[in-house]
Every structure is written in C-alpha cells, then in structure tokens.
C-alpha cells in the first residue's frame, strides 16, 4: 500500500554531488524502514544505504559508505540519499525501497519499489 516516486536523478561529472528523492504515500511510511538500491547495466540490483524506522543508525554498502547519506523526513513522507564524490562505477539506475524489516540489504525483503531514477556520472 506504499507508494514511491524517485527524483533528483540526471547526469553529473565525477566529483561532483547529486540529492535523489523519494516522495511516499499510502500506508504510513514512518513505519516502514527505507531503502536505496541501485542497478547498473549488466549488474544484479546492489543495497546502497538503509535507514530504519525504529532507533537512529543507518547502515550503508561499502562501496559507498563515507560518500553517501541516507536521511527521512517523516513529517514530509520523504527518503533521500545526498551522493557526494561521484565515480563513474557509480552509474546506475537507483530505486528506493520499503520494508517493515528493521535492518535489511538484501532486495527481496524489500516490499515496495519506487520506478527508478537514472544516475550518469561521466569523466
């Protein structure tokens, strides 16, 4: 019953920073913890960052673990994902995602699935 729509996504030269979005509604996402994934081409579909609903921490892949933060606004219904120091392995299409599990990577725990926004990071 929870609905997700990405934004922010474009193209944007390495170094550089770029903030997704993903507008929530339907069931009351506070209850949900939410997700970043990411897919690129010829990839299976990779946990990026996770934020939960109960307690404070977040948990992050390694691949991106000091260069991406993950953050809720629960009053707006709304996950981002701030990406800093851009490389070009880090093109792909990013999706968030939902789940009632409070700490979770793996992709088939995740219940709700934003489209997908398209992140290009050139050199």
């Known amino acids: 019953q929870v609905q997700l729509v990405e934004s922010g996504g474009g193209p944007v030269q390495a170094g550089g920073s770029l903030r997704l979005s993903c507008a929530a509604s339907?069931?009351?996402?506070?209850?949900?913890?939410g997700g970043w994934f990411r897919q690129a081409p010829g990839k299976e579909r990779e946990f990026v960052a996770g934020i939960p609903w109960i307690g404070s921490g977040t948990y992050y892949a390694d691949s991106v673990n000091g260069r991406f933060t993950i953050s809720r606004d629960n009053a707006k219904n709304t996950l981002y994902l701030q990406m800093n120091s851009l490389k070009p392995e880090d093109t792909a299409v990013y999706y968030c995602a939902a789940t009632r599990i409070i700490v979770s990577r793996d992709r088939h725990e995740y219940d709700h699935w934003g489209q997908g926004t398209q992140v290009t990071v050139s050199s």
């Open positions: 339907g069931r009351t996402f506070t209850t949900y913890t």
